[in-house]
């Protein structure tokens, strides 16, 4: 296993047009989350996953941003219509949690992220 | 809610010399913190985290962080700064064990002088 997987590393679109990303965790991972950085900031929660279910969503994600993770497996993160204040890099992270506070755990990794320019 | 405030955005330190990056910590509940690092166009890299076992916590390429409660602090310090060491670095706060929906701070550049 090398980690935490995202695709695209980069992408540039137009202002309007839709864009997709993927990100595949660490293979026995059952949570997953996306991050967005923006220059010169700290990664922001956009949404996590645990399994299929998705737990929650900052308020950060507009109704233009949707997540999904089928089976629990590979997430996708779409932006529709896109802005150029979406202009930034786009994080994913996995971990693997078991029950509530003091559960066992890993760390989260994170992917190297997909940086998304807006034109 | 969590948040955390980093004191300074950029370092500048000589090879060999001590690396403090300062960052505290507002938190409602007892926080577990983190200390993070980017290299350029990469990806996060846990140094260390706290979860309340110890206050002393060591963590990778020789950098620890201390808990302190009555300062609402968790800086991080290295004694003795490499070249490689240059890179931005995340202080961040969680509210439960093993949650990752972390709030970081805003960051802070290390650059190291040879």
């Known amino acids: 296993d090398t980690g935490v997987s995202q695709n695209p590393r980069h992408k540039i679109t137009k202002r309007g047009q839709n864009v997709t990303f993927r990100c595949d965790p660490i293979s026995e991972h059952n949570r997953l989350y996306w991050y967005r950085q923006t220059l010169g900031q700290g990664p922001e929660f956009l949404t996590y996953?645990?399994?299929?279910?998705?737990?929650?969503k900052s308020r950060l994600l507009s109704d233009r941003f949707s997540a999904e993770r089928p089976k629990g497996s590979f997430s996708t993160l779409e932006i529709q219509r896109t802005e150029q204040g979406d202009s930034a890099m786009y994080l994913c992270?996995?971990?693997?949690?078991?029950?509530?506070?003091?559960?066992?755990?890993?760390?989260?990794?994170f992917g190297q992220g997909t940086r998304l320019t807006v034109v | 809610a969590q948040s955390v405030t980093q004191l300074g955005s950029h370092v500048s330190v000589s090879e060999g010399a001590l690396v403090l990056l300062r960052c505290n910590y507002s938190?409602?509940?007892?926080?577990?913190l983190f200390w993070y690092v980017q290299y350029p166009n990469q990806g996060l890299q846990l140094l260390l985290k706290y979860t309340s076992a110890a206050t002393l916590v060591k963590g990778i390429n020789g950098f620890e962080a201390e808990f302190k409660k009555s300062e609402t602090s968790f800086h991080l310090t290295k004694p003795s700064a490499h070249m490689s060491d240059a890179a931005e670095y995340f202080c961040?706060?969680?509210?439960?064990?093993?949650?990752?929906?972390?709030?970081f701070g805003a960051g802070t550049t290390v650059t190291v002088r040879a």
């Open positions: 996953f645990q399994n299929e279910a998705q737990l929650e």
């Open positions: 961040a706060v969680s509210g439960r064990l093993n949650d990752y929906k972390l709030s």
């Open positions: 938190s409602s509940v007892p926080p577990y």
């Open positions: 992270a996995s971990s693997f949690s078991v029950g509530g506070g003091g559960g066992r755990g890993t760390e989260a990794f």
